[in-house]
């Protein structure tokens, strides 16, 4: 997960898109005259709702896998596999 954070901080830092008007007026020296804001659809919301729920399950799963392993670490493979047995009654 380091080296994909690390790669994608890397293309964020090095990409020479331009993305606000800022940017315009500062790396052209051009003068913006008039800017259309962006349109909002009423679907838009939804599908916010949509990722921010999906992104609240992803994230509730890393932290329960992360949390696992961290577990399974500090107390061995052995000890936590009879943990596991015991709670499950396997």
Do not use: H
Not at 4 to 10: D, E, H, N, S
Not at 41 to 66: G, H, N, Q, V
Not at 69 to 88: E, M, P, Q, V, W
């Amino acid at each position: 997960m380091g080296i994909g954070a690390g790669v994608i901080f890397l293309l964020e830092i090095f990409d020479s898109s331009i993305r606000r008007e800022e940017q315009i007026e500062k790396d052209l020296g051009l003068k913006i005259l008039a800017a259309i804001p962006p349109m909002k659809w009423p679907r838009d919301k939804m599908k916010r709702k949509i990722e921010l729920i999906a992104f609240t399950c992803f994230s509730a799963y890393a932290a329960i896998f992360l949390g696992f392993f961290a577990i399974l670490n500090y107390k061995g493979l052995d000890r936590t596999i009879n943990f596991i047995k015991s709670t499950l009654n396997i």
